[in-house]
């Protein structure tokens, strides 16, 4: 069970917080030995009940009581103790610390999606080459028999000229200009109809 923390100045600090704040205002380090002696332990208790990890609470009240050392001239007595002002500044940089933290995992689960996201659209690129090969067909479909015939010998099938020479029986210079003109034709179809 959690224990409530004292924010009073009287039960906590002892009566004269707000006198040692005023005298740390002006830059007295015993003054401030003072003032930690009797806040360190809420400090530390507050940024534990809020950050439920001990070294952050400690890195947390180490920042707070830093934080009291510089800023004690802003210390407005009128507007409550000296201790509630101390914990109030402990609590938002408890508060803060968490919201830091919760903020970096969210960019950390948001970019570990992005690791994982593909970098192409898979569908995208199964669409683009299934018209390129359309665009392909087509463009062969163009060819003149002879061309197309030597064109599908060579490159679909993996012919090499000579056995397309021999496959069609025809001169190999005959099938070297034929798959020439052919691939002519075929760079000329697919460059324009892009």
């Not at 001239?73 to 940089?93: I, N, Q």
């Not at 570990?112 to 659209?121: G, K, W």
């Not at 029986?169 to 892009?194: H, I, M, N, W």
Request: aromatic share 4%; hydrophobic share 40%; proline share 4%.
């Amino acid at each position: 069970m959690k224990e409530a923390a004292h924010i009073d100045g009287a039960s906590a600090a002892g009566p004269d917080l707000q006198e040692l704040l005023g005298l740390v205002a002006r830059g007295d380090q015993e003054a401030f030995a003072a003032v930690y002696a009797a806040v360190s332990g809420p400090v530390l208790k507050l940024a534990r009940n809020v950050l439920r990890d001990p070294a952050q609470a400690e890195e947390v009240a180490q920042e707070v009581l830093v934080e009291v050392w510089r800023s004690a001239p802003r210390f407005r007595p009128a507007r409550g103790s000296a201790m509630s002002w101390v914990l109030t500044l402990a609590h938002r940089r408890a508060v803060d610390r968490v919201r830091s933290a919760e903020a970096s995992a969210a960019r950390e689960r948001a970019a570990a999606l992005l690791d994982r996201t593909p970098a192409y659209d898979q569908v995208t690129e199964q669409v683009e080459a299934r018209l390129e090969h359309e665009q392909v067909r087509r463009c062969v479909g163009r060819l003149s028999e002879v061309q197309r015939q030597s064109v599908t010998l060579a490159y679909y099938q993996g012919l090499t000229h000579r056995e397309v020479s021999e496959l069609l029986s025809v001169p190999l210079g005959t099938v070297k200009t034929r798959l020439r003109d052919g691939l002519t034709r075929l760079r000329d179809c697919l460059g324009t109809s892009e």
